[in-house]
């Protein structure tokens, strides 16, 4: 027996956006008999999340993970559902998590993939949101990076994607003053009017800089997500003792391959490191990197409690969904158009979208 997936992989690098030549896809036949020694699963893939890490893992270049091999089907992780099993305690109709790849059925063997857990108030999509790896990101860069404290003034980039969002919400969670830079007006109406920030400001706008500095003044946690020229602007705003987390720097993710050309909307800026690390010694402060994944032993509590955060509608959720496999390759790059709100993931099966 066997059954037909279709599977997207890397055929060639690319130096700056992904474009038609970078990914090949291919039909091909997946035999569908599954190991009984050990336990293994079929499942049919619902949702993949695309997210801005999986552009470093098509450089040829050392980092937390190998990059993807040239021929490689693209790695992801997703939610599917499993529609054959060989293992003794997933069962065919189970939701499970798992880096399935771009592809539309993958067989797994059962120690890597997570069978979800759907609380009331949750929907599984929420895997790939708060309770998956953006919103543990943001709890633990936010709670045990920053140590954010009530009342502090808290600075958020990057503020109304997947991670940024969470971050903002926890911050105003802990009693601190948020402030979200975001680059467009829906942006910051979406972040303002829904999840509640005490100002969000577009950082494409010519006043960007003085409206800064008017609405944060001084700030006590600047939670970084883009790096650049934003990240260098916080430098000059820190109060005595305070903490720059770094999370992400996605406004030089593609410049820092080798020959690359920059995407970005400064075409002419180059990467050009901090300039305004000096303030770190006369405040005192901390800047300081993080990966997610090494706080793996502690994630099931931390879904626990938000999991009771989304049910009490403290932490709310928003999901941009683009519609078919085969929109993957040009699904990354929206992240770095900024053409994302909240959390961007593809449906790949006819799963109806939930209204979240
Ligand atoms: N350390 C960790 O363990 C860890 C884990 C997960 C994610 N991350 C990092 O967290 C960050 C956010 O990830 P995410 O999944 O939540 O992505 P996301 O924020 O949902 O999407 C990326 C956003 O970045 C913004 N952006 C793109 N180019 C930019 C530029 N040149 N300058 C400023 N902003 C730019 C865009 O929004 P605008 O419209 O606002 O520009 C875009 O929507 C990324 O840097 C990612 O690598 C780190």
Redesign the pocket.
Known sequence: MSIQTLEIRLSERPTGHVNSKTFVSESISLSTTLSSSSGHVLVQVDWLSI???MR?WLDDKRSYLKPVQIGEKMRAQGLGTVIKSSSKTIKVGDIVRGTFGWCTYAIMAEKDVEPLSLFPGVHELDFLGILG??GL?AYF?LFDIAQIKQGETLVV?????????VACQLGKLKGAKVIA????DD?VEWLESDLGVHKALN??SPTFIKDFKAAVGYLDVYFD????R?LDLCLTRLKKNARVV??????D?ISITPGAKRF???PDQKPQGLQAYLNLISQTAKIQ?????DYASKFDGVIREMNQWISENKLKRRF?IVEGLEKCPESMN???????????VVKVSAKVSPKL
């Not at 830079?181 to 467009?184: D, F, I, N, Q, R």
């Not at 997500?225 to 650049?228: D, F, I, P, Q, R």
């Not at 770094?246 to 406004?251: P, T, Y």
């Open positions: 997210d801005p890490a470093g790896l953006p990101t860069g980039s990057g503020a109304a994607g997947a991670v940024g969002s830079l975001a680059g467009s942006k950082y494409k997500n883009v790096g650049g934003i770094l999370c992400g720097a996605i406004s993710y970005t909307m400064y990197g993080f990966l997610v994944f941009h929206m992240l770095f158009t900024g053409a994302n709100i909240g959390k961007l």
